[in-house]
């Protein structure tokens, strides 16, 4: 593979990189700017519509929520229920959600940051590594 194919690949994989870090950075924002500044509720666990009796449980259940201004919103819950911390129909959870957009709500004490920081870390070394094989490759490719 000529040095020109690997620069080409390297623009690609720095580019992905870049991508997937952005999105970790936006995502971890938007979970702190909620959390600071969003409005806390309790909300009701409920299981969707159309669920059998008979069958397994769907891994994101809705959440039902008043907010300040008496308008009942449901969202999908942002959180998986874990065997650890399951989300039953009829639970009671406190949330914070954004007043400028109610949908976007933050379960207190569930909040998962592990998937932000994991495509930071792993598109910051992309995107490093990448940059580290251009760098090599416009070398190889000067000569």
């Known amino acids: 593979m ?3 194919a690997v620069a080409v ?3 690609i994989a720095a580019f992905g990189g870049a991508l997937a ?3 970790g950075v936006h995502g971890l924002r938007q979970v702190r700017r909620v959390q600071r500044t969003g409005v806390c509720v309790p909300a009701l666990v409920k299981q969707p519509p159309g669920r059998g009796a008979d069958e397994p449980a ?3 259940p809705l959440l039902q929520f008043v907010t300040d201004d008496d308008r009942v919103v449901e969202v999908v819950c942002p959180v998986a229920p874990t065997r650890r911390r399951p989300l ?3 639970d009671r959870v406190l949330l914070r959600y954004d007043p400028a957009d109610p949908r976007t709500v933050v379960v207190q004490d569930r909040e998962r940051l592990g998937l932000e920081r994991a495509f930071i870390t792993g598109g910051g070394i992309v995107l490093l590594l990448s940059l580290t094989v251009l760098a090599m490759a416009s070398g190889a490719y000067g000569r």
């Open 2 to 4: 000529g040095a020109g």
């Open 21 to 23: 870090l952005l999105a």
């Open 88 to 90: 039953a129909d009829g």
């Open 9 to 11: 690949l390297a623009v």
């Open 58 to 60: 769907r891994p994101r």
